[in-house]
Nanobody, 129 residues
Framework: QLQLVESGGGLVQPGGSLRLSCAASGFTLDNYAIGWFRQAPGKEREGVSCISGSGITTKYADSVKGRFTISRDNAKNTVYLQMNSLKPEDTAVYYC??????????????????????WGQGTQVTVSS
């Protein structure tokens, strides 16, 4: 069974950092693009970042550029989202998702939810003092 599992969420003060992980089971993440999305209460799910299957291309939403970094470690079958300088408006449930995306294609545009075939269950991130 193909599964994605997010971890690393929690409560952090404004200006703090968290690193989210997206681990795959039942398949290897090689050649899969991974996207991170988030959904705050009462809001639509929005795209945050993506990394192509080859790892060559990364993209970020304007709201997180310069603060978040996406990376992948295929040996560990895991993708990470390093989040620095966190703000209260970053509070949301964060989801990772995957779709088949072999070299050399870039990952799709930020927020293209319909492109992704597999989704995790989410991890809560709360930024508050």
């Amino acid at each position: 069974q193909l599964q994605l599992v997010e971890s690393g969420g929690g409560l952090v003060q404004p200006g703090g950092s968290l690193r989210l992980s997206c681990a795959a089971s039942g398949f290897t993440l090689d050649n899969y693009a991974i996207g991170w999305f988030r959904q705050a209460p009462g809001k639509e799910r929005e795209g945050v970042s993506c990394i192509s299957g080859s790892g060559i291309t990364t993209k970020y939403a304007d709201s997180v550029k310069g603060r978040f970094t996406i990376s992948r470690d295929n040996a560990k079958n895991t993708v990470y989202l390093q989040m620095n300088s966190l703000k209260p408006e970053d509070t949301a449930v964060y989801y990772c998702a995957a779709y088949w995306n072999p070299y050399p294609a870039p990952c799709t545009r930020i927020g293209d939810k319909g492109r992704y075939a597999y989704w995790g269950q989410g991890t809560q991130v709360t930024v508050s003092s």
